[in-house]
């Protein structure tokens, strides 16, 4: 397949802003495509302010910023879409809305473009098995922060061709990201051990075990992660956490993945983490 140099990213929020950013910094042009004007005017910044830090911590040329944010064109319209010859979609965690792009996405996308998706646990067979081309769809899972963290998850659904996963591969290297081969399982490789994980310190808390600060405390000091399963909780996202696990029970059927009730309340009561103020922690 020809070489990616247009790609098209679906949704502006914390992945899909983050997606653009790299894209755009890696020289290709992206039609960053959102549902709302102010979804895209706020992912718009978010990339303005991060290539401004980027540049005030000297990993980039004023430049170079300057450059990549000309390189990235929003817009409401999907069917625009159709001139790129790569398209990733980085909406919401929930099949239903998954199954609606990759619907949408076949129809208008010529017949040889690539569809992926930056899902962190939800099916590549099924969202592929939407379309008329599930030879030409691959998961593609970033973590965040995008700009900054170096892993790609790239994810073979049952009918991934060899080429669609060397073309992904390739393309990840040139974000200057380093991609690892993954099939496709419930939560992949990355949330069907970290999510259980995280699970397990919200049970500790409900139980009385310990207190967040504490769990997270005991993780950074004696397991070396850089931060506490709590507060990453609270950074991902409750809501995103609970649909993660919700995946994990439905598609292993294991009562191991069946989410803490903390955690569904805490999520009932809008507590989100850092994105409403109020998690494990304030904000």
């Known amino acids: 397949m020809d070489r990616i140099e247009a790609v098209g990213v679906l949704g502006a929020g914390t992945m899909g802003n983050g997606i653009a950013h790299a894209m755009a910094r890696a020289g290709l042009r992206v039609t960053l495509c959102e549902v709302e004007q102010r979804f895209l005017d706020r992912g718009v910044e978010t ?60 129809e208008i996308m010529p017949a040889g473009v690539i569809l992926a998706s930056n899902t962190s646990s939800i099916s590549i067979t099924k969202l592929a098995g939407q379309t008329a081309r599930p030879d030409r769809v691959v998961g593609m899972h970033f973590f965040n922060p995008v700009p900054v963290m170096k892993l790609v998850e790239v994810v073979r659904g049952l009918a991934t061709s060899q080429g669609t996963f060397e073309t992904v591969r390739e393309l990840a290297v040139r974000l200057g990201k380093t991609p690892v081969e993954v099939n496709d399982a419930p939560g992949f490789v990355s949330n069907r051990v970290l999510m259980p994980l995280v699970n397990e310190a919200m049970f500790a808390v409900m139980e009385g075990v310990a207190t967040a600060e504490a769990v997270d405390e005991i993780f950074k000091l004696g397991m070396a992660h850089p931060m506490g399963p709590l507060t990453l909780a609270d950074f991902i996202g409750l809501d995103v956490c609970l649909d993660i696990m919700r995946v994990l029970e439905e598609g292993l059927g294991d009562p191991k993945y069946r989410p803490c009730p903390l955690l569904i309340r805490m999520v009932d009561a809008g507590w989100l983490g850092r994105k409403s103020g109020r998690g494990f922690y304030f904000y």
């Open 47 to 106: 990339i303005r302010k991060n290539l401004d830090r980027e540049v005030a911590k000297e990993k980039l040329t004023a430049d170079e910023a300057a450059a990549a944010l000309g390189r990235i064109r929003g817009t409401l319209k999907r069917d625009e879409l159709a001139e790129c010859s790569f398209a990733i979609e980085a909406a919401t965690e929930k099949f239903e809305v998954k199954r609606e792009i990759f619907r949408e996405l076949d």
